[in-house]
């Protein structure tokens, strides 16, 4: 089984500045890694998808990177703002079935 | 139209009856997922369907059952609810033809069992 963990649970930073949330895993033969954004009792919004193949994929202030080899993949967010504020997470997938989740990032972005 | 929806938003029932969530997709993909949500647990798998035939247990099956009645819909149900599967449901998507979309998720439905 893939174990999935996000340090910290918790974030908070002045809007504007740059963050880097992170996520590891305990399987390197990953297959697909993808980061979502969840707001509050609200559904899964896609944000990134990592093929094991790549190293990173960008859309517009998100970057997301994956290192197999040490079994860490990062979300850089840039510039950030209130409207960042959400919970992210991500999900790693082994054979493109099924996604292993971890608990997330809580993040907060104080205007 | 969302891409997923899923039915009903929200739903509070009694423990021991049977209650049926269900999902429906208009992505055309092969592949549907059901997951519960509880605080600081994550998201964990219940079941899967890979199509129509095809029906797999999850990490936590246990007290669920699900239907895939077409490609487009799958439905979660729970034979006798108990207050511990009180927590957020969402039903996903997945295109086995490609590895580019990953997973689309539905809104979610809150359940709780009293």
């Known amino acids: 089984k893939q174990e999935v963990t996000q340090i910290p649970a918790a974030l908070s930073v002045p809007e504007g500045e740059n963050l880097v949330l992170n996520c590891s895993f305990t399987d390197s033969a990953i297959y697909n890694l993808q980061w979502f954004r969840q707001d509050p009792g609200k559904g899964l919004t896609s944000l990134l998808l990592i093929q094991s193949s790549q190293r990173e994929q960008t859309s517009g202030r998100l970057n997301a990177s994956l290192d197999k080899s040490s079994g860490r993949s990062t979300l850089y967010i840039a510039a950030s703002q209130p409207g960042d504020s959400a919970t992210y997470l991500c999900a790693a997938s082994k054979s493109g079935n099924q996604f292993y989740f971890g608990t997330g990032t809580s993040l907060t972005v104080i205007p | 139209d969302a891409d997923v929806t899923q039915t009903p938003r929200n739903r509070i029932t009694k423990t021991g009856k049977r209650i049926m969530l269900e999902c429906s997709q208009t992505?055309?993909?092969?592949?549907m997922y059901w997951y519960r949500q509880d605080p600081g647990l994550g998201l964990r798998l219940i079941y899967y369907?890979?199509?129509?035939?095809?029906?797999n247990k999850g990490e936590i099956s246990d007290g669920y059952s699900v239907s895939r009645q077409a490609q487009a819909k799958f439905s979660l149900s729970l034979e006798s609810a108990i207050p511990n599967q009180t927590a957020l449901y969402f039903c996903a998507t997945s295109d086995s033809s490609s590895g580019a979309e990953g997973y689309t998720f539905g809104s979610g439905t809150r359940l709780t069992v009293v």
């Open positions: 369907s890979f199509d129509v035939k095809d029906i």
């Open positions: 992505k055309g993909h092969d592949r």
